[in-house]
């Protein structure tokens, strides 16, 4: 499940010396559970506006995981590469893996946030440029975790020699989420280098954007039946209608000061169109389908979580024993 840090206004209200322990009693929950995995964004500003609501940084808090925790695997959704020199985070996922004893995956992408990239001063070059920079970035970070050097004479990077020692404790590297769904260049890049993928979680979208990725893999000479294929999803989950109304309410209450009318209205309803929103036996049943479909990973966000844990309670008991 997604841990809130801020990005989606999902720490409004709670004050800036409590943020951490609302964080960290949610990792904490998960690691003692039945969760598999626990993840932020890769955010520094509030969406899909801007403000001066708490964003926690994303690799900061997955190191203060690794240390608070023992079980539950720690990811990013996805960390965006030009953020960080490729060399430099291989450095810090490595650094964390060992620190966890070997439980970090990398969810990695191009970015897409242009008012965030200008505002840090990192520009906000043309897709292709975007795309060519994750491409020439994945093949640093794992040459960095596969022989504890990297050296590249890229167009966007150049590595000479570069250290990573020690390196990730996970035998084959930390595993890479490549994230995305772009058609050409990104489900091409992820049929050469991704162990996971994360794309649309519709049904039309997930069957499309799958039989793009196994054409990609064919044409590569990758095995398509090797890559976990996921999907995010956003809860608002009852025991009945009406409680489900009643957390969509609470949510539009919650960001409506903050987005103004129409972009609450717009968010809300991305959640009403949502497969998890509903009942468990709903969920469940729309879950199992995508399940047969080939998405065997689900990571969840729960609007709500920082100040109310039953849906997510909900959710482990009547939800998780039907798909784990």
């Known amino acids: 499940m997604f841990i809130p840090q801020g990005w989606r206004f999902d720490l409004v ?3 800036p010396a409590d ?3 609302a964080m960290a009693g949610l990792v904490r929950h998960a690691d003692s559970g039945s969760w598999d995995s626990v993840w932020v964004y890769d955010h520094f500003h509030t969406t899909p506006v801007p403000s001066e609501e ?3 940084e994303a690799w900061t808090l997955m190191s203060a995981f690794a240390a608070i925790t023992e079980r539950v695997r720690l990811g990013q959704m996805c960390t965006c590469m030009a953020y960080r020199n490729p ?15 070997g439980r970090v995956e990398m969810g990695i992408g191009a970015g897409w946030y242009e008012h965030e990239w200008r505002a840090y001063g990192y520009g906000f070059p043309r897709a292709g440029e975007r795309l ?52 050409k260049v990104t489900l091409k890049i992820a049929a050469q280098y991704a ?16 039989r793009l990725l196994e054409q990609h893999c064919a044409d590569v000479g990758t095995d398509f039946g090797a890559i976990t ?41 991305g959640y009403r169109s949502s497969l ?19 998405m065997t990973y689900g990571i969840f966000y729960f609007p709500e979580a920082a100040y109310d844990i039953s849906g997510i309670e909900l959710f482990e008991r009547e939800v998780l024993p039907h798909l784990t």
């Open 19 to 21: 943020q951490w322990e």
């Open 195 to 210: 162990t996971h993928t994360n794309f649309d979680g519709s049904p039309e979208g997930f069957a499309h954007k799958s």
């Open 276 to 294: 998890t929103t509903g009942t468990p036996e709903q969920i469940v049943e729309r879950l199992t389908a995508m399940n047969e479909a080939g």
């Open 54 to 56: 708490a964003t926690h």
């Open 132 to 183: 060519a920079m994750l491409r020439e970035g994945v093949q640093i970070m794992k040459q960095a975790w596969e022989t504890g050097s990297a050296t590249l004479d890229g167009e966007h990077y150049q590595v000479d020699g570069a250290l990573c020692w020690p390196r990730p404790l996970q035998d084959d590297g930390i595993p890479l989420w490549i994230a995305g769904g772009g058609e």
């Open 87 to 101: 060399a430099y985070l291989a450095k810090v996922a490595a650094t964390i893996d060992v620190i966890s004893g």
């Open 13 to 15: 209200g709670i004050d």
């Open 229 to 269: 294929r996921s999907s995010n999803y956003n809860v608002a989950i009852g025991a009945d209608e009406a409680e489900v109304a009643g957390r969509l309410r609470v949510l539009e209450e919650r960001l409506l000061p903050h987005l103004g009318a129409e972009r609450t209205r717009d968010a809300v309803e």
